[in-house]
């Protein structure tokens, strides 16, 4: 095990991800597709030999384990790693080029869950080899949280530390074993892995028993669980399970909205009971509140078209809002099947900004959610409100609490270079592919879509929909860079750009 630990990042999660290679090629082989079983066996003993040939040659080296090592290796498992993952389900399409092939195992590595293909166009292993990447990548993104981003204070960690971003707190050789990387990642893997694999199969089979065939259930139930919105029947809408399901689902979601709702053991809010989370509040406050809202809005609306008062499809109607609210809050992307009925119910439609503004907000740091993240929008908020206390009474005094303080503070004002880190990013990949000829409401769209990592927010939020699979291979190679982006965020690039990092 210590040898295996001295490896690089890169080096063991290739080995696992070639060996997780034999779960597609299983089930294609027992649906006599023999042509997708092969294609996933060898792609995986090919991609196992040649990661312990490369793992024997570098035995023995000494090999730089900080953490700000681990995260430059986490950007190459991002950007590199699909170019692996893409083999196996290049060769089992065939008619793709191995460009979308790599395009479609970025997307799902990094839970954003934009496609190139149709549904039906795929198979059983293929669309099981997508949601189980997306999984992985859910779950790569929960144990990095606590063992590499935490320990330098990035990925939301730094509105609450005391320490700033890309510097590590422990310190000391008493702090020595803690501050090891490689065991903080063994550490959280012990931790967190039965967790994250528990929840998953406790919702399938809970899919399972209201309704859905399994691939449909464990696609979803990884999906959900990594909020990657995957699905191999293209979306809720035609899922047997139909709205049991979707309550379901929904249940589960809320995993994506605060670390605390499964643990407690990163961070300077560890101690904070889930009722007292400012994360969970949050969002609870707003998967309640826009709901409600939008329901208003479609209720005073029949009266002015003079539809007839159906009770039990406003009903539903305010159902598909809630659920489709908190889908777009946690990233996931799903889209209710009562979603549509708030249009056919009052005669308007409901405008694609406000699930974009919800992908933007996001979910809890920590989480498999992208976006801003909720604990930043309440550090905003934070100091939004103090800022107009103090107009009112300049000689007032704030709350106290280190925690307080921070989140006023340092806390506020990191979170605002990040949301203005984050503006400027999404006008930067505007204009690139607007230059590259994408339309201009289009390029917002795949900007947003991409840098949330919501991908189904393509086609949810257009009035007309984007074909990416049209798209020039320019574009679509800058809304994979987006994808990364989104994942690792743009703070966690710039410390990868101090100079400490390639210092030996």
């Not at 999984?135 to 063992?147: E, H, P, V, Y």
């Not at 008062?309 to 809050?329: E, H, I, N, Y």
């Not at 400027?424 to 592919?433: E, K, N, P, V």
């Not at 049209?470 to 690792?488: E, I, N």
Request: hydrophobic share 55%; proline share 4%.
């Amino acid at each position: 095990m210590r040898h295996m630990l001295a490896l690089p990042l890169f080096l063991l999660i290739s080995g696992l991800v070639s060996v997780s290679m034999w779960v597609p090629a299983t089930v294609a082989l027992s649906l006599n597709e023999f042509h997708d079983a092969r294609s996933f066996f060898y792609s995986g003993l090919a991609g196992l030999v040649a990661t312990g040939l490369v793992a024997v040659a570098m035995a023995g080296q000494k090999h730089n384990r900080s953490a700000l090592r681990q995260l430059l290796g986490l950007l190459g498992v991002f950007a590199g790693l699909p170019l692996l993952l893409a083999v196996p389900f290049y060769e089992a399409v065939q008619s793709t080029t191995y460009l979308n092939a790599y395009f479609e195992m970025v997307s799902s590595l990094t839970t954003t869950g934009a496609t190139l293909y149709e549904a039906a166009r795929l198979s059983a292993a293929e669309h099981l080899w997508r949601a189980q990447v997306g999984w992985m990548g859910g779950l790569l993104m929960w144990i990095a949280a606590a063992a590499i981003l935490a320990p330098l204070t990035l990925g939301g960690f730094e509105v609450t530390a005391s320490g700033e971003p890309g510097q590590s707190l422990a310190s000391g050789a008493a702090h020595a074993d803690y501050a090891d990387p490689a065991k903080r990642v063994l550490r959280s893997t012990h931790a967190l892995v039965p967790i994250y694999s528990g929840l998953t199969l406790a919702l399938w089979i809970m899919l399972l028993m209201a309704g859905d065939p399994p691939l449909v259930a464990i696609s979803h139930a990884m999906s959900v669980m990594s909020t990657s919105g995957i699905s191999p029947i293209g979306g809720l809408t035609a899922a047997p399970s139909g709205m049991v399901g979707e309550a379901i689902l929904f249940c589960f979601m809320f995993f994506a909205l605060s670390r605390l709702t499964f643990s407690s053991d990163t961070g300077r809010m560890a101690q904070t009971r889930l009722r007292q989370d400012p994360e969970f509040r949050m969002g609870l406050a707003i998967v309640v509140g826009v709901p409600v809202l939008l329901f208003l809005r479609h209720f005073l609306a029949s009266f002015e078209v003079g539809s007839e008062q159906d009770v039990l499809a406003g009903l539903r109607a305010f159902w598909g809002s809630v659920f489709t609210v908190l889908s777009f809050l946690s990233t996931t992307g799903f889209v209710s099947a009562d979603w549509a009925e708030a249009q056919t119910w009052s005669g308007l439609s409901t405008p694609g900004v406000i699930l974009m503004g919800l992908a933007v907000i996001g979910g809890g740091v920590a989480t498999t959610a992208g976006g801003v993240k909720l604990l930043r929008v309440f550090a905003l908020y934070l100091n939004g409100v103090r800022e107009m206390e103090k107009m009112i009474h300049p000689s007032s005094m704030p709350r106290h609490g280190a925690i307080s303080r921070r989140i006023r503070r340092e806390g506020g004002f990191i979170a605002w270079v990040f949301f203005m880190m984050f503006a400027m990013t999404i006008s930067g990949l505007t204009l690139a592919l607007a230059f590259f000829g994408v339309g201009f409401e289009e390029s917002i769209l795949l900007s947003v879509a991409s840098l949330t990592n919501t991908g189904p927010l393509i086609a949810a939020a257009a009035d007309v929909s984007i074909n990416i699979s049209a798209l020039p291979d320019a574009p679509k190679m800058v809304v994979a860079l987006a994808m990364v982006l989104g994942r690792l965020e743009m703070l966690a690039i710039v410390v990868m750009l101090t100079p400490d990092l390639w210092r030996n």
